[in-house]
């Protein structure tokens, strides 16, 4: 079945970094491409950034332009979203999934606050 580990979450200061990684099995994770998400406190759950099977190409939401980078690596089935700059409007539950995907992992925390 398929199975999202996300870690790699904590507590940051406004301008700090964090590198999130999304562990995935149950699937042919090398086929397909990934997205990362993210869900604040009394918000819905947003896409925040994609990257192709083959990591040729990717695409981000307006906000994390410029920040946030997502990578993968097909032989760990990992896909990972390195964030610099945070900001607390960054804090939320960020998850990993494929396009469609409807079992989610159980995601990990971001805090940005000083």
């Known amino acids: 079945q398929v199975q999202l580990v996300e870690s790699g979450g904590g507590l940051v200061q406004p301008g700090g970094s964090l590198r999130l990684s999304c562990a995935a099995s149950?699937?042919?994770?090398?086929?397909?491409?990934m997205r990362w998400y993210r869900q604040a406190p009394g918000k819905e759950r947003e896409w925040v950034a994609t990257?192709?099977?083959?990591?040729?190409?990717?695409t981000y939401t307006n906000s994390v332009k410029g920040r946030f980078t997502i990578s993968r690596d097909n032989v760990k089935n990992t896909v990972y979203l390195q964030m610099t700059s945070l900001k607390p409007e960054d804090t939320a539950v960020y998850y990993c999934?494929?396009?469609?995907?409807?079992?989610w992992g159980q995601g990990t925390q971001v805090t940005v606050s000083s």
């Open positions: 999934n494929r396009i469609g995907g409807t079992t």
């Open positions: 149950g699937f042919t994770f090398r086929t397909v491409p």
């Open positions: 990257i192709t099977a083959t990591a040729d190409f990717t």
